[in-house]
């Protein structure tokens, strides 16, 4: 079946340790994007990629890294230097077709600090 | 003015009710809105696109009105499964951010036995 692939479900972040979240998928999308979540808040773009070897900051990139270097992957490292890590991380990726088609999510990363 | 604005809710009605949601979005250029659903501590789920002359899947309806940048999704006959939040989405519209989506913080429907 295609679809988004977001691994780990649970992490978990001891202060001071870079953590890497996995996004893949096979849906052949051209861009992939990575928001965040807090409780009772909307979704924030973190950073997206429309093609492979270029992504963007997205409104709080801040403390956050990406690398596009397949079209199928898009992984997200939290650095030391976010200071509030904790919330629920979504993957997403679009198509292109004279529009920029809706996004798809996959089933998210849920990241908490020891 | 925030980027796109919901009521959050909670809208607590009786199965069988007919329940509407209300968006409004402030950048005129938006070119694309979607409403989504998400279920508590999952992934939202795309739940239909929203074309300016209105459109219907089912039991629910969209509805766009540009000149007011207003957005509604009515629901018809709420069962119990249509207990989620319901997110209104903006697409950004220019430039190279195109594909890029405005969230509302979404709100909070309860459908009661």
């Known amino acids: 079946d295609g679809g988004i692939t977001q691994s780990p479900k649970y992490l978990f972040r001891k202060e001071g340790q870079n953590v890497t979240l996995s996004c893949e998928q096979n849906l052949n999308h051209d861009a992939m994007y990575w928001y965040r979540q807090d409780p009772g808040q909307g979704l924030r773009l973190i950073y997206y990629s429309q093609i492979v070897n270029d992504f963007q900051k997205g409104d709080i990139a801040e403390g956050y890294s990406v690398s596009r270097e397949k079209k199928e992957s898009f992984p997200l490292t939290v650095t030391s230097a976010q200071k509030n890590p904790t919330a629920f991380y979504l993957c997403?990726?679009?198509?292109?077709?004279?529009?920029?088609?809706?996004?798809?999510f996959g089933d998210g990363t849920r990241l908490s600090i020891l | 003015r925030k980027e796109v604005e919901q009521d959050p809710g909670p809208f607590n009605v009786p199965e069988g009710a007919t329940v509407a949601f209300n968006c409004t979005y402030s950048n005129s250029a938006s070119q694309s809105f979607f409403w989504y659903r998400q279920d508590c501590r999952k992934e939202p789920k795309l739940l239909m696109s929203v074309y300016s002359s209105g459109n219907e899947d089912g039991r629910f309806t969209a509805q766009l009105n540009r000149a007011s940048q207003y957005i509604s999704l009515l629901i018809r006959d709420s069962k119990l499964s249509d207990s989620a939040t319901y997110l209104c989405?903006?697409?950004?519209?220019?430039?190279?951010?195109?594909?890029?989506?405005?969230f509302g913080k979404g709100t909070k429907l309860s459908v009661k036995p």
């Open positions: 997403a990726s679009s198509t292109y077709r004279g529009a920029y088609q809706p996004q798809h």
């Open positions: 989405v903006v697409n950004m519209g220019y430039g190279g951010s195109q594909g890029n989506l405005i």
